[in-house]
């Protein structure tokens, strides 16, 4: 059963003292890299990093994200732990948001509650997009419980699958509360 489920949008309004965004630090890495060696997380996310074993390779790509000045990058803190990150890029010229929240923090609302308080707190530009395997459900839902559509579908090499799939293409115009 999927617990993300009983995350409705009554509960994006929630403010839980054990959520937090905070700016990334460098001590963050080390738990980003840990958490996204999870074969099943990485399946998930399917475009991942070639080799997400390749430790010098993922500091140096967050070494670029940290020095982007167009994206927006936070650490998610549940209870005082990082439970993973949420960020903007720019993807053929149009902002992207991303998350990883690592295994332990699934299930619980917290990648849906991270979300949206990045996006009304953090990163205010509208229309942003979003892309996610077409398989992964529950990433596909914590998109549409912050207001995302589907504004279409695309196809993408992913690093870990070894093949093309299938992808949906979101697109966020406002928040549910805008």
Known sequence: MNKS??????????SPANLHLREVIEADLPVFFAQQLDAD??????FTA?????????LAHWRRILANPT????TILCDGQV?????????????EVSYWLGRTFWGRCI???ALARF?????????????????????????????FVIIGADK?????????????????DRMRNE
């Open 5 to 14: 489920q009983n995350c409705d949008a009554s509960a994006l309004s929630e």
């Open 41 to 46: 997380a990485v399946h998930m996310a399917a």
């Open 50 to 58: 070639k080799d997400p074993a390749d430790e010098a390779a993922f």
């Open 71 to 74: 994206g927006s990058v936070r």
């Open 83 to 95: 439970a993973g990150h949420v960020l903007r890029y720019e993807e053929d010229g149009k902002p």
């Open 111 to 113: 990648a849906t509650r």
């Open 119 to 147: 996006l009304a707190e953090v990163e205010a530009t509208r229309p942003i997009y979003a892309r996610v395997a077409k398989d992964n459900l529950g990433s596909r839902r914590v998109l549409e419980k912050c207001g």
């Open 156 to 172: 993408g090499f992913a690093n870990a699958r070894g093949a093309e799939i299938e992808e949906w293409l979101l697109k966020l």
